[in-house]
C-alpha cells in the first residue's frame, strides 16, 4: 500500500519565513568557506549584556528551573507595567499583560485568540514576514495597505478608511518598523486609533523596536496617544531587539483583559509559560540600567548614516532615510529589468540571488515584505562589514547590463 502523506490543509499554502530562510543560507556558503558579508540579520549583534546573563545564572543556581504560571511570572509583569506606565503613560493590570516565548508568539497567540475564519485584517506593506502567515493560520484574510518610500511609508488614512467594511477584526501596525525603519508620526496613529473606535476593530501595535529609534522622542502607539482607544489596542513587545535577547525568547503583550485572557488560555493549551530563566532574565533587564540600549542605538545610527550615504552615492539606488530599527530598505527598481551575464534580473529575489552569487552578500528581496521594487539590507553588524558589503554592492550594480 501507498501512503501519500497527507498533511493539513493550513500547511499546504505555508511558507517558512524568508528571512530566516536567507540567513540560513548565508550561514551555510559561510559554514563551507564561502566569504559572505551577511547583510540579513535580522537580530541585533551586540551580546546580551553580562548583568541580564548574571540573573539567569542566579535563576538557575536557585533552582527557578519549574513551571511558572502560564501568563509569567510576577517579577517580570511588574517590570513590563512599569515599562508601559512610564514611557507610554499606559497602565495594565497583571492579568492584562501575557508573557511568551518571543514576540512572536505573542503576536500568534492574540491573533488566534482574535480572528474568525473569514475575518479581514488590514497589514500596510511593506510588512513583516509573518503577519500575512500568522493571520491565514487563523484562517483570517490579510488585506494589504500599500504605501510609498516617498511618503516615509505613511499610512494614507482615506485609503485605510476606504478599505475598512464589516468584516474588518483588526489592523497591524509596526513602528518602528522591519523592513523600512519608518516611524509613524503621532497624526497617523491617532487617525488609526479614532477609526479602530469610530468602526470598531482592533489594533495590534508590534511596538518590537520602540526603543532602537534615532529621534530621541519616546515611544508612541495608538493607545499612548489616543487614550480613548485603549480597549482596542493590544501591545505586542519583547526583549528581543531592545537587549540583543533573540535567543532567550521572550516576549509580552498587553491589552484589554478579555483579549489577554483568550491569549493565555491559548498559551495554556500549547506552551504553557515561556521559559522560567528566561523570564527572570527579562524582568532584569527591563527593570535594570539603560545605558546598554544607548550603546547600540549609538552605534546603530552611525552605521545607518554610513549605510544610507553609501546607498544613495550609487547608481539606480534610492533609500529612505530610517528612523528607527537596524535596517534600510532602498528602492532598487530600476535595477530591475537589467541583464547580468546574460541572466534576466526580472524580480527583488533575482537581484538578491545575483548579489549573493556574484558579489557574495546576502539580504532580503523586497518580495518577502510584499513590495518587489525594494532590497533589505540589515546594518546590525560590524561597521567593516557593512563598508565591505557596500563596496562589492557598487561594484555589483556597476556590472547588471541596461
Ligand atoms: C523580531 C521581530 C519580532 C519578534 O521577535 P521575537 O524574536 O519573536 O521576540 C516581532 N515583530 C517584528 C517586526 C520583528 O522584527
Known sequence: MSWDTPLADRVLNLKPSPTLAVDAKAKALKAQGVDIVNLSAGEPDFDTPDHIKDAAIKAIREGFTKYTPVGGIAELKDAIINKMSSQYGLDYEPEQVLVSTGGKQGLYNVIQAIVNPGDEVIVPVPYWVSYPAIIELAGGVPVFLPSEAGNNFAIDLDELTRLVNHKTKMMILNSPSNPTGAVYDT????????LAVEKGFYVITDDIYDEIRFDGKSPENPASVLPEAKEHVIVANGVSKTYAMTGWRIGYLAGPSPVIKAATKIQSQSTSNANSIAQKAAAAALSGPRDCIETMVKAFKERRDYIVERLNGMEGVSCPMPQGA???????????GTKAGGKDIESSLDLADYLLEEAKIACVPGIAFGDDRFIRFSYATDKAVIEEGMNRLEDALKNLEK
Open 187 to 194: 497624526d497617523i496613529l491617532k487617525g488609526v486609533a479614532a
Open 326 to 336: 537596524f535596517y534600510v530598505f532602498p528602492d532598487m527598481s530600476s535595477l530591475i
